[in-house]
Nanobody, 124 residues
Framework: QVQLVESGGGLVQPGGSLRLSCAAS????????MGWYRQAPGKQRELVAA????????NYADSVKGRFTISRDNAKNTVYLQMNSLKPEDTAVYYC?????????????????WGQGTQVTVSS
C-alpha cells in the first residue's frame, strides 16, 4: 500500500510559521522527487515546492520564494515544508506527491495518488 500522509497544518496569524510533514510508506522513497502542492477554494492546484530524490536540488513557486523551504529526510521517508512569513493568500489545502524526477514533476506533474492534504489557514 502506497500512502502519503500530510500533517502539520493549522490556523496561524499572518507572519506566522508552520512546518508541514509528509510521511511516505509503501514506496522506495529515495527514488522519487517530492513536491508540495496547494489548492485554494476556486483555484487550480499549484506546485509550491519540489525537491530532488537526494535533496540536492529544489525549486519554488515565485509566490513562496524566500518564505518556504522544502527539505527531506530519506532515512525517515519524510518530506517537509517549512513555511515562514505566512500570508492570507497562502491559505489552502496542502498536498504532497511524488515524481519520477524534478524535471518530470515540473513538466508532466506528479505520478502518485492524491491524499487528503492538510489545511493551512492564515488569518488574523
Amino acid at each position: 500500500q502506497v500512502q502519503l500522509v500530510e500533517s502539520g497544518g493549522g490556523l496561524v496569524q499572518p507572519g506566522g510559521s508552520l512546518r508541514l510533514s509528509c510521511a511516505a510508506s509503501g514506496i522506495r522513497f529515495s527514488l522519487y522527487a517530492m513536491g508540495w502542492y496547494r489548492q485554494a477554494p476556486g483555484k487550480q492546484r499549484e506546485l509550491v515546492a519540489a525537491i530532488s530524490n537526494g535533496g540536492g536540488s529544489t525549486n519554488y513557486a515565485d509566490s513562496v520564494k524566500g518564505r518556504f523551504t522544502i527539505s527531506r529526510d530519506n532515512a525517515k521517508n519524510t518530506v517537509y515544508l517549512q513555511m515562514n512569513s505566512l500570508k492570507p493568500e497562502d491559505t489552502a489545502v496542502y498536498y504532497c506527491n511524488k515524481g519520477s524526477s524534478m524535471r518530470a514533476m515540473n513538466s508532466v506533474g506528479p505520478i502518485g495518488s492524491w491524499g487528503q492534504g492538510t489545511q493551512v489557514t492564515v488569518s488574523s
